[in-house]
């Protein structure tokens, strides 16, 4: 007869706690080299499709692999070259916005005067760093080219892993003790995962062209970078758009003042519902199977441990971890939690 001791669920649920508290300080403290793996599965999982699609349409796969890297070099070297010229002027020019932020600020506050309203000017600098929203977008532009500086490493590891989609089902199926069982419920997660990047990646670069279409009509400057830091935010769940359009606002307002800001406003904000309620929930379907405050926790949580990429990825690496806790009997009452109410499918069975 097998007697379960007292404490023995109480000792497991705190044995993994304690193990989950390890694994989380490893990955902030091996964060240089899980940022770039990470950033590599991204993009090895994006480019994926465009090489299944040439290979099912009898493209030989050397060459379906070396058009798919070459597009890949190509965009790096784009991106790298927005990112860099921006930031370099955008670094010489940002003294000159932020006085003239900081004089508009003033005005605003001598406005309020004349209208018997109590504020001093003093309080108001004290207060607010009217520059701090301009600085944001230098910062978030540094964190990129930090990331751009691996670029090397992380296209090593896209070609390895693309490489690797040819034989890796072969593997699986040649070490699992279930092969047909454990490759159905892969197959779920990677279509789950590569249908929500692709859409997701489709709806930012739309998201950052109309962005920067409708600034560039106003007269902003930088519509480009502001265009690209849409595209980049807008793979962060909830924030994202509202952190992208912060500074440009600031920039229109700057530059043209009230009407031109209401403009842009209007702008963004038309943007980012044609995008994010309409066209995003009608190619997702029935959604991620996560509940609004799990995404929004999963954006605190993965940008705490890996940073602003953790950001970016927070939703495939909750859900990664939602469908390994769902295909366990044990754990199918934590990935119900992290869902939207609904009961997540059974696992396949063998």
């Not at 379906?64 to 860099?84: R, T, W």
């Amino acid at each position: 007869m097998n007697i379960q001791p007292a404490g023995g669920r109480a000792g497991s649920i705190l044995l993994t706690s304690a193990a989950f508290v390890v694994v989380i300080a490893g990955m902030r403290a091996a964060q240089p080299v899980i940022v770039p793996f990470l950033l590599a599965v991204f993009i090895a999982i994006l480019s994926t499709p465009p090489l299944l699609w040439m290979e099912a349409r009898r493209i030989p796969r050397p060459i379906a692999l070396l058009i798919v890297i070459v597009a890949i070099i190509a965009a790096g070297f784009a991106l790298s070259a927005i990112v860099g010229t921006s930031l370099r002027d955008f670094s010489h020019d940002l003294p000159f916005y932020k006085e003239r932020l900081t004089a508009l600020t003033g005005r605003a506050v001598g406005w309020l005067q004349g209208r018997g309203v109590a504020v001093s000017r003093a309080d108001v600098l004290a207060q607010i760093d009217p520059g701090a929203a301009i600085q944001l977008v230098a910062d978030v532009l540094n964190g990129f080219k930090g990331v751009l500086a691996n670029a090397f490493l992380i296209f090593l590891m896209v070609l390895f892993i693309l490489l690797e989609t040819a034989t890796f089902p072969r593997k699986l199926h040649a070490i699992l003790a279930d092969p047909e069982h454990s490759l159905a419920r892969f197959e779920t997660f990677s279509a789950k995962v590569k249908r929500y990047l692709a859409i997701k990646s489709l709806a930012s670069i739309g998201t950052g062209v109309a962005v920067g279409a409708v600034l560039a009509l106003l007269g902003v400057d930088y519509p480009v970078l502001w265009g690209l830091l849409a595209f980049m935010l807008n793979y962060v769940p909830n924030i994202g758009s509202i952190i992208a359009a912060v500074p440009a606002l600031l920039f229109a307002l700057i530059q043209g003042g009230p009407v031109t800001v209401a403009w842009a406003g209007l702008g963004y904000a038309l943007i980012n519902v044609i995008v994010g309620n309409l066209i995003e929930p009608r190619f997702m379907g029935r959604g991620l199977g996560l509940s609004p405050l799990v995404v929004f926790l999963s954006l605190v949580f993965w940008g705490w441990v890996l940073g602003l990429v953790g950001m970016f990825l927070s939703v495939p690496l909750t859900m990664t971890v939602q469908i390994a806790l769902g295909s366990n009997a044990d754990t199918r009452w934590i990935a119900l939690l992290l869902g939207t109410g609904s009961a997540p499918p059974d696992p396949p069975q063998g």
